[in-house]
T-cell receptor, first 116, second 114 residues
């Protein structure tokens, strides 16, 4: 079965510094997509960044970037110049296209705290 | 506002009861997905509908059922509720069958079974 693993239940970062959240995944698909979602205390799930597996170039969205290592099946999220508003749960996810599936598989999340 | 509407936002009910959660997808989206988020469990995929048809099933209990109506809104029915069913239930939508561009999530329904 397809799995997504986030090995860091909690992380902490000082405001204005950089933090990296880890994610590994396991898939037998040749074409797939990877995502990071943010869930602030409001509970709303917000898409942070998306990566297409067939693209070598790492995705970037403003202060958020990924380090995508396809061979290692690793997909980490780097947050630069951390802000108080970045405090949230972060979920890594992968598309699940085995059989007729078309959904996302999520990791268990990493809770990020930002210290002023 | 994400464009995905879930009602109600909060629901408190007793064990053994039945409830219905409602979801209206973002305008133009044909796929609806239901997820359950329990404490320390991340998001568990329950079921997917595409344009009125069931397309994929995840870890959905037999006590749970869902459907998508011609106007594309979806309902998740939970019956014979148990304490362990207390969770946040999310609905999400996407334009096409798959999740290549990710989902747009609703704000969730917090279900508490007492």
């Amino acid at each position: 079965a397809q799995t997504v693993t986030q090995s860091q239940p909690e992380m902490s970062v000082q405001e204005a510094e950089t933090v990296t959240l880890s994610c590994t995944y396991d898939t037998s698909e040749s074409d797939y997509y990877l995502f990071w979602y943010k869930q602030p205390p409001s509970r709303q799930m917000i898409l942070v960044i998306r990566q297409e597996a067939y693209k070598q170039q790492n995705a970037t969205e403003n202060r958020f970037s990924v380090n995508f290592q396809k061979a290692a099946k690793s997909f980490s999220l780097k947050i630069s110049d951390s802000q108080l508003g970045d405090a949230a749960m972060y979920f890594c996810a992968s598309t699940n296209y085995g059989g007729s599936q078309g959904n996302l598989i999520f990791g268990k999340g990493t809770k990020l705290s930002v210290k002023p | 506002d994400s464009g995905v509407t879930q009602t109600p936002k909060h629901l408190i009910t007793a064990t053994g009861q039945r409830v219905t959660l409602r979801c209206s997808p973002r305008s133009g989206d044909l796929s609806v997905y239901w997820y359950q988020q329990s404490l320390d469990q991340g998001l568990q995929f329950l079921i997917q509908y595409y344009n009125g048809e069931e397309r994929a099933k995840g870890n959905i209990l037999e006590r749970f059922s869902a459907q998508q109506f011609p106007d594309l809104h979806s309902e998740l029915n939970l019956s014979s509720l148990e304490l362990g069913d207390s969770a946040l239930y999310f609905c999400a939508s996407s334009a096409a069958w798959g999740a290549n561009y990710g989902y747009t999530f609703g704000s969730g329904t917090r279900l508490t079974v007492v």
